[in-house]
C-alpha cells in the first residue's frame, strides 16, 4: 500500500508563499503521475497541478503564472510551489498519485489565505 505525507500548509496573508510537500512511500518513479487538489468547503475536488513521469507539468488556469510543480527524485517527494496567493486558494490540498489503474491520496493539507 502506497501513503502520500503532505506537509506545508498553513496560514498565509494575500500575496504570499507557501511550498507543499508530498513524501511517497516509494520510488515516485512508479508512479504515472503525481499531482495536487484541492477541495474548498461546498465544492468539488479539483485538479491544481499534475506532472507525469515524462515531466509534463499541467495547470489549472487558476494557478497558471503562480504555482509550480516539481519533484526530487531521491526524495521520493514532490512539491507544490505556491506564491502570489489568493484568499480563493484557500482550501484543503490533496497528493495523488497514479500508477496503472491504482489511484492514491495523500490526507490532505490545510491551506488558508487571508486578505
Known amino acids: 500500500q502506497v501513503q502520500l505525507v503532505e506537509s506545508g500548509g498553513g496560514l498565509v496573508q494575500a500575496g504570499g508563499s507557501l511550498r507543499l510537500s508530498c513524501a511517497a512511500s516509494r520510488s515516485i518513479f512508479s508512479f504515472n503521475a503525481m499531482g495536487w487538489y484541492r477541495q474548498a468547503p461546498g465544492n468539488e475536488r479539483e485538479l491544481v497541478a499534475t506532472l507525469t513521469s515524462s515531466s509534463t507539468a499541467r495547470y489549472a488556469d487558476s494557478v497558471k503564472g503562480r504555482f509550480t510543480i516539481s519533484r526530487d527524485n531521491a526524495k521520493n517527494t514532490v512539491y507544490l510551489q505556491m506564491n502570489s496567493l489568493k484568499p480563493e486558494d484557500t482550501a484543503v490540498y490533496y497528493c495523488?498519485?497514479?500508477?496503472?489503474?491504482?489511484?492514491?491520496w495523500g490526507q490532505g493539507t490545510q491551506v488558508t489565505v487571508s486578505s
Open positions: 495523488n498519485a497514479l500508477s496503472g489503474w491504482s489511484n492514491y
